[in-house]
Each structure stands twice: as structure tokens, then as C-alpha cells.
């Protein structure tokens, strides 16, 4: 029999690679794609240990590979986007001086989605102040129209503003953008209240200036063992928070504060729980970034250098909603002002000052209050000077 020839082996490969390829296309695969190699997540739910301190009524989700976990985290791409691009306004702020030059002055903060509705009493009560120890901040979402537009001694207060939404982290960026404006605005900026909208004051210029210059603490509210407490720390996950943030560290607090020059510039240099609290929530339900960042944040790093306790007077007796009571105008007189004037903060934790801000001594007053409603305005002006601004 004849041997072939190289000729006849190289015309019979060049047959066989053709139909070599053809069944490996045809040919059915015999492994299945798995979430490991890019198919959709498997959310596997997290089973609740029975020696927690407390139940776990959420649904929470484990990625069981890394490649899994690498995909979660580009859910929070956007945010940390969002975030980054305020990074060099945070580290410019961070380094600012820690005193304030003379004269001390109060930075006023206002976080708002609409025109200010009391801008004609908060006029009044600014005239009535020296113009060298106040300062004026607003942030306005920009989606919003402001009709009409911010005039007087609000014109031109205005900070670069982001939008903001209820359940996310957006509330509590626009804290820390207006903080890090304030700090890095005016050196003599010393204290730094965040105001609502629908805040009013209580109290004169003159009596605001004094209890707040005359303390050298920040007045936070500062919570713990609160009902559904752990629901709130466990919005992003089970363990989501751990280990920067336990949850035996974990405080609740109204959104609306006072601070120091020394916590305002604490606040915007922090990275390490902000990184935790800017992850987006699974559970909207319990997700407040802003009544927990800061007050766990102060509770963390400063405890003796804050009042556990807001100076900004709020009615949630019987509200089940998420928001307070709204006064109506009709309710608005002398004597309302008089009443919430008489009420006595809620004060956290006791044993956080030692006797220094003891529940049973402390008595401070409430220098703001909300939530009126945009009727109440010439109530309010008609009483400002008779009964408002004097104490």
C-alpha cells in the first residue's frame, strides 16, 4: 500500500478543520452559567442568628462570590460620583483654623426645596441684629423653581446646590456642603445651626446669640435604644455598617442641629462612617441618613462636647406619617409661641456628660420651632416684635 505524500496529509487537514468547527458550534454547552460568571445576582437571604440582642425583620441579601460582590457595588457607583465631586470642597474646609476669629458670628443654614415661606420674619429678625455676627447659607435644590426668587438678606446666599430626595444619603451631603461653605466663607463663623424652611425663631437675635455663643458645646440630638433603632442601622444590610459603625454605637437624632467650629469642621473631615452611611438603603422604610450620620458621629468622637438635645422645638405626639405637626394659622397667637417657649428638650443619653448635662438639671431653651404653615405668616409678623422677639 502507498504511503501518502505531505501533499495529500496537508489537503486532508485542511478538509477535517471545517467540520472540526461546525460541531463545536452546534454542540450544546455542558456547563451552566452560574452568577460567578456574569449572570444575573443570586440573593440569597441572610438567616438571623438567634443570640442577636435583637430581631431582624428585614429581608437582607448575601453575594456568595467575590465576583458577585465586585457587581453589588456598582449599585453605589453614582452615589460615590456624586459624593467625589465634593471631596475637594470637604478637604479645603477640613483645613480651616479651629478658632474663630473676633467677632464670633452664628451661621444661619437653611436647607430648603422651595422659596422660604417665613423670609418676611426672618427679615425682621435680622434687622434687628448687628450685621457683623450673623452669616446667612442656603441650599436650594435646583430642580425646584424659586418664585419668588431669594431677596433681601437672603439675595445672593445661595451655595452651589445639588438635589435632594427623603430616603437617601442626598439630605445629609447638603449638611455638609453647607458646613463646608460656612467654615470656609468667614473665619469668624463660630457656631452653625441647620434651619427647615418652615423654622421659625422663638427668641430675639440678642437671646439666640448669647445661649448659643455662651456655650462652648454643640446642641445635637443624641438617641439611643430608640424603637426600631436596629431596623435603621440595618437598612443597607445586616451587617452592612460593621464594623466602622456597630450598632451599640449607633445614635438617632432630629436633622436639625447647632454645632461648634470644632465638631462643623469634625463633621466634614470624616470619611471613615461616611463612607458607611452614604450606601444606598435596601428597606426605604428605615432609611434617615440624616437623623443618624451626625448625631453618631458626635456620639462617637465627642460625647462631653455636645447637649444631647435639639434647640429646635417639633410635635410628633400622635404622628405616624414621618412628619410632624404643621400649625395652621388659626392656631398661631401669643400664647402658642409662650407654650413651645415653656417646653423642655428631650435629652439623650444622661450618663453620655457625666453631671455636666444631667437630665434632671439641664433646662435649655428652645430658640427655634417647626412646622408652621405658610398661612401663619402675618400672624407671626403682626406678634414678631410684641411677643417673639421679646424675652
Not at 504511503?3 to 485542511?14: E, R, Y
Not at 460567578?36 to 456568595?64: C, E, M, Q, W, Y
Request: charged fraction near 20%; charge should be positive; hydrophobic fraction near 40%.
Amino acid at each position: 500500500m502507498l504511503s501518502p505524500s505531505p501533499v495529500s496529509l496537508l489537503c486532508a487537514l485542511l478538509l477535517c478543520v471545517p467540520l472540526a468547527v461546525l460541531f463545536v458550534a452546534i454542540s450544546p454547552a455542558t456547563t451552566p452559567t452560574s452568577a460567578a460568571d456574569g449572570g444575573d445576582l443570586v440573593r440569597t437571604p441572610v438567616a438571623i442568628s438567634p443570640n442577636r440582642s435583637r430581631p431582624n425583620p428585614l429581608t437582607t441579601f448575601k453575594h456568595t462570590t467575590k465576583n458577585q460582590q465586585e457587581m453589588a457595588n456598582n449599585i453605589t457607583t453614582n452615589q460615590r460620583a456624586e459624593d467625589s465631586s465634593d471631596e475637594s470642597l470637604f478637604r479645603r474646609a477640613a483645613r480651616v483654623n479651629l478658632m474663630p476669629s473676633p467677632p464670633r458670628k452664628l451661621a444661619f443654614m437653611f436647607l430648603t426645596t422651595a422659596p422660604l415661606p417665613f423670609a418676611p420674619l426672618w427679615e425682621l429678625y435680622f434687622h434687628q441684629a448687628p450685621r457683623n455676627l450673623y452669616n446667612i447659607y442656603i441650599h436650594a435644590d435646583p430642580r425646584f423653581r424659586y418664585h419668588p426668587p431669594f431677596s433681601g438678606v437672603f439675595e445672593g446666599r445661595v451655595i452651589p446646590s445639588k438635589p435632594t430626595s427623603r430616603h437617601s444619603p442626598t439630605l445629609t451631603s447638603a449638611a455638609r456642603r453647607l458646613i463646608s461653605h460656612a467654615l470656609l466663607h468667614d473665619r469668624s463663623n463660630s457656631r452653625f445651626a441647620l434651619l427647615s424652611p418652615s423654622c421659625i425663631p422663638l427668641h430675639s437675635f440678642e437671646f439666640t446669640y448669647a445661649t448659643l455663643v455662651g456655650s462652648g458645646k454643640s446642641f445635637i440630638e443624641i438617641l439611643s435604644n430608640e424603637v426600631g433603632a436596629y431596623e435603621r442601622w440595618a437598612a443597607r444590610g445586616e451587617d452592612a455598617m460593621l464594623p466602622e459603625v456597630p450598632f451599640e454605637d449607633f445614635r438617632i437624632g432630629s436633622q436639625f442641629f447647632v454645632v461648634t467650629r470644632r465638631h462643623a469642621r469634625m463633621i466634614v473631615r470624616d470619611r471613615r462612617l461616611w463612607a458607611k452611611f452614604m450606601l444606598p438603603c435596601l428597606v426605604n422604610d428605615a432609611c434617615y441618613p440624616e437623623e443618624h450620620y451626625f448625631a453618631t458621629l458626635l456620639s462617637m468622637k465627642d460625647p462631653r462636647g455636645c447637649v444631647p438635645a435639639t434647640l429646635t422645638h417639633v410635635d410628633w405626639a400622635g404622628r405616624y406619617d414621618g412628619h410632624p405637626r404643621m400649625y395652621n394659622a388659626s392656631e398661631v397667637g401669643p400664647d402658642l409661641i409662650l407654650v413651645l417657649r415653656s417646653h423642655r428638650p428631650r435629652y439623650g443619653d444622661e450618663e453620655m456628660n457625666g453631671n455636666d448635662s444631667s437630665v434632671t438639671e439641664r433646662r435649655d431653651p428652645f430658640l427655634f420651632a417647626r412646622k408652621f404653615s405658610p398661612g401663619s405668616v402675618p400672624r407671626l409678623l403682626r406678634m414678631a416684635n410684641d411677643v417673639i422677639f421679646r424675652d
